[in-house]
């Protein structure tokens, strides 16, 4: 079974600041890599989608980046400000499901 | 694109009922599926339907629970008989699936209180 670890469980930043987010996968053979967003109470909100055959999505000031061989992914957020305060996810799509990590809870102090 | 959307959002119910969830996807999405989350985890896979067809469950979905798709729009999940364990939020997604895969779209997610 796909496990999918994410690391840190939080992290405190001050705004402004760059910062990455880790996400590990055990079973390589993906067929995508969704990174989501989600406000507590609510549901999650998708950022980017790294289809198997890309190295990387970028979408404004985020860029995920994918290695399947490693098992690994990254979300790097650029310039952060409060708004980007929220819980992220990572999921890895098998085809039939997505397999989602505990997430990384980030604070943006102004 | 009005997006998913979940009904009710918020749901207390005593132990022993049974509920029902709605879930109405994206009009022009075949794929609909069901997760569940409790507090502090991930989402957790329950279920998923291509049009009306439930293509795979989880081992999580007890014989308590029951999903149906009729006429591949909206689908609808039922809790039997529901336990204290049952208390969750329980989230909708749906994608559109073809030559490639597309972003999984969640609703908001209903929030189930078993008392």
């Known amino acids: 079974k796909q496990e999918v670890t994410q690391i840190p469980a939080a992290l405190s930043v001050p705004e402004g600041e760059n910062l990455v987010l880790n996400c590990s996968f055990t079973d390589s053979a993906i067929y995508n890599l969704q990174w989501f967003r989600q406000d507590p109470g609510k549901g999650l909100t998708s950022l980017l989608l790294?289809?198997?055959?890309?190295r990387e999505q970028t979408s404004g000031r985020l860029n995920a980046s994918l290695d399947k061989s490693s098992g690994r992914s990254t979300l790097y957020i650029a310039a952060s400000q409060p708004g980007d305060s929220a819980t992220y996810l990572c999921a890895a799509g098998t085809g039939n499901q997505f397999y989602f990590g505990t997430g990384t809870s980030l604070t943006v102090i102004p | 694109d009005t997006g998913v959307s979940q009904d009710p959002r918020h749901k207390i119910t005593k132990r022993g009922q049974n509920v029902t969830f709605r879930c109405d996807p994206i009009?022009?999405?075949?794929?609909l599926y069901w997760y569940r989350q409790t507090l502090g985890q991930g989402p957790e896979f329950l279920t998923y339907f291509q049009n009306e067809a439930q293509l795979e469950k989880s081992r999580l979905l007890s014989d308590r629970f029951s999903a149906e798709r009729p006429k591949g729009s909206f689908s609808t999940l039922e809790i039997q008989r529901t336990e204290q364990g049952d208390s969750a939020m329980y989230l909708c997604?749906?994608?559109?699936?073809?030559?490639?895969?597309?972003?999984?779209?969640f609703g908001n997610g209903t929030r189930l209180t078993v008392t």
């Open positions: 009009s022009e999405h075949n794929r």
């Open positions: 790294i289809q198997s055959s890309q």
């Open positions: 997604a749906s994608s559109l699936e073809g030559t490639s895969y597309s972003p999984l779209h």
